[in-house]
């Protein structure tokens, strides 16, 4: 099969983060390819990208933390894309497949990428590889907020419900057989509906806070995908069950941040700290839920968002539309057709 490999590929790089991630993007027709690409490890895939979706954890990382980066250096994690060959027996030259590659490789916004085996998954039968490439990360991780700590019957509030991991979290949720409570601004409240969520906030007209004291509704589950302040977090004792959880996936590698979940996590109940469990997760690639997500695509149960669709060279135009933090759904990028 290696011969069947070309040399070069196409890539959306950088080699520097001034002004932003979004204003340094340019293709590379000549981009080397990924290492090991033609030496494959045990239970790894060389995958040719079809499509891939930014994430916040690619500019967030990269705009703070560029010198942990070889340049010049392909961002993105989420994959969609088809086996070119594979050391996974189950895993066929030609077959469709989804997920994400690990930090710090990330690479999907090139022709080619190297993929573990928790991170390449094959896609069902009638799911779009344009739909699989949204999963990667949101999916997930709206998965892994929900389903451990979820059952069906279960009131569960999620803080932002138009972004990425709330359009998915709000269907996995309804998937569980959930009541679902969310928040968004005015524009999308339609949207939040359509997905399946019973009640919606309008933060822009809303004290969401308020809101939520006034209801006297009893959540078992809150997860929070903004993160902007901890008062949620703190107030959560008037609407989150004793035995409930509240979790957090948002925030950004900075000192302000790191100090807000310090005093979340060190500040005694005694003194006025927390008075109901919280817990920060952090994504752990596994092809089980990423399989059992694909499923329920399958059925129809949940589906990605899709607010916009760019070409390779446009993939500063998509970083600069997730920064602005408006996003419906996701952004997918094109970077080598199906």
Partial sequence: MAADIPSTMRASQWTSVSGGIEKNLKVNDQAPLPKKAKSLPKDHTLVRVSYTTP???DYKLMDTLPFIFSKPATPCMD???KVVTSTLP???????????TEPPAFG???EYVVVGEQGCVPLPNDVELKQAACVGITGLTAYQCIVPFAKAGDKIFINGGSGGTGTFGIQIAKAVGCHVTTTCSGPNVDLCK???????IDYRTEDVIASLKRSGTQYDLIIDNVFATPDLYWNAHHYLKPSGRFITIAGTPSLPFMFSMLKVFLWPRALGGGQRPFQFVT???????YAHIAKWMQEGKVKAVIEQEFELEEAGKAFERLKSGRTRGKLVIKVAGE
């Avoid at 994504?283 to 839920?289: F, N, P, R, V």
Wanted: hydrophobic share 40%; no cysteine; glycine share 14%.
């Fill in 283 to 289: 994504l752990a690639t596994s092809a089980e839920q």
């Fill in 194 to 200: 359509s997905l399946g969520a019973d009640q919606v």
């Fill in 79 to 81: 994959f969609s894309g």
């Fill in 55 to 57: 994430n916040p954890i």
């Fill in 108 to 110: 999907a916004l090139g």
């Fill in 90 to 100: 189950h895993l066929k030259p030609g077959e469709p497949v989804f997920g994400k």
